[in-house]
């Protein structure tokens, strides 16, 4: 072999590496148009018929089976509705992927053809509509349309798939049952575990991402303030829950803006205040129900202690007894900050913009929504965790309008490049992560 033929020998067997690598699977547009029908009928499947947190048993139950359909199995001892599949596809890392299941009671005003009418009864006892305002449907489906195409071409890829169907991540409870139930466990730990949310900010076919904080802590808060009721036309003889009630959630709202520090974000949210059932009498007490938000555990600290110091200083100044004072009632589990792996999410940002294109993947700010995802990440087995956003949004109303927040009964994703984008982004992400 002379000088020549060595040198091309040499070029060839350092190009085809990289020629393979350039040509490695990808999921294709014609591939998506292939499945979308029936990814559109099941997403109309699980937006028309909605459950509400901790009671997911249909949904679980069609999660489960399309899981199983494909070949995975399937764990169920998980806590509620919780359920992971595991499919197991020679040696490789092992890659989680997770969704919600659970729907909002909330009446739809989308005016979609098919908006829910669903109703159900919630944790206490109501009727109420039921709507999946936050998007899960959407999760679900994606979900399910990543299964379906990693099973397709698992030639492509080698490692463990896991998939979990995740329940009451709404109310904040899902994945505390699944830790609280072993779910690493009995499932393979995960090398890395994903997720992602529909968006309400940003244009179905893009995808958003943050390193590090990316969503708040949440803790739910109750607190029944006390009074001394008697005849409405009498108020002298009475000490006014409702009066009492109005001047704390007055000095609730000066927590963040006159205590906390403007760079540590935060939320007060007095979501829910019940007291009194006729006109004419002044009740004995006040329920409210409240959410805080922050991304730090000096700042949850400093807020909940500031709700106690004002419950007992205003009862007190009522004229209330030191045991009549406002009780406050945290709820367990609280949802801890949401932080996605800094060198995983740049790893999966340079995999988004190789498929989908660079100007369809934006940066996002941190928001002060609430994730449970955040526990994927925060076990004995640390697991390297990313949640990205998925637009939902109509182009077409990406005009400058206020456009409908999750949890809005007017907040209708665009499904077909929703679906599309979704299916395409977690499914390339997965593969990514396969190729250690």
Not at 97 to 116: F, H
Not at 256 to 280: C, L, M, Q, W
């Amino acid at each position: 072999m002379n000088y020549i033929q060595k040198w091309r020998f040499a070029l060839i067997a350092f190009c085809l590496p990289l020629v393979l690598w350039a040509q490695k699977f990808e999921v294709s547009d014609d591939y998506l148009d292939e499945i979308y029908p029936s990814l559109e009928e099941l997403y109309i499947h699980f937006h028309q018929n909605p459950e509400l947190s901790m009671q997911e048993e249909e949904t679980s139950t069609l999660m489960t089976q399309n899981l199983r359909d494909l070949g995975f199995e399937i764990i169920t001892d998980l806590g509620a509705t919780n359920r992971a599949g595991i499919f197991r596809n020679g040696e490789g890392p092992v890659v989680l992927i997770r969704a919600d299941m659970d729907a909002l009671p909330v009446r739809e005003q989308t005016g979609l053809p098919y908006a829910s009418e669903a109703r159900g009864v919630n944790a206490e006892g109501d009727s109420t509509a039921i709507m999946h305002a936050c998007g899960h449907d959407v999760h679900m489906t994606v979900f399910t349309g990543v299964a379906r195409t990693l099973v397709r071409y698992k030639d492509e890829w080698s490692g463990t798939l896991v998939m979990v169907a995740q329940a009451a991540e709404e109310a904040g409870l899902g994945a505390d049952l699944l830790f609280k139930n072993k779910l690493y466990d009995k499932v393979p730990k995960p090398d890395y575990a994903l997720a992602l949310h529909t968006s309400s900010y940003h244009e179905a076919g893009k995808v958003g991402y943050k390193s590090g904080p990316v969503l708040a802590s949440v803790d739910m808060i109750d607190i029944t303030v006390h009074g001394q009721g008697g005849h409405g036309a009498a108020p002298h003889t009475t000490i006014d829950p409702i009066v009492l009630s109005a001047q704390l959630i007055e000095s609730f709202q000066t927590i963040v803006s006159r205590e906390n520090n403007p760079f540590d974000p935060a939320v007060v949210t007095v979501g829910s205040i019940h007291g009194g059932k006729v006109h004419n009498v002044i009740p004995d007490e006040v329920k409210l129900q409240l959410t805080i938000r922050s991304y730090s555990t000096e700042v949850r600290n400093k807020i909940i202690s500031a709700l106690e110091r004002k419950c007992n200083s205003l009862a007190k100044a009522a004229g209330l007894k030191e045991e009549q004072y406002p009780d406050i009632k945290i709820r367990d589990p609280y949802t801890p900050t949401t932080i996605n792996d800094k060198a995983l999410t740049e790893r999966l940002v340079g995999v988004f913009k190789n498929v989908l294109g660079e100007e369809n993947v934006v940066e996002t700010p941190a928001y002060t929504f609430g994730e449970d995802f955040s526990r994927f990440g925060l076990q004995d087995h640390k697991v390297p965790i990313c949640l990205f956003w998925l637009g939902a949004v109509d182009p077409e109303k990406m005009d400058g309008r206020d456009l409908p927040s999750l949890h809005s009964p007017f907040f209708a994703p665009l499904p077909e490049p929703t679906l599309k984008t979704g299916v395409k982004a977690m499914t390339s992400a997965a593969l990514e992560l396969f190729e250690e």
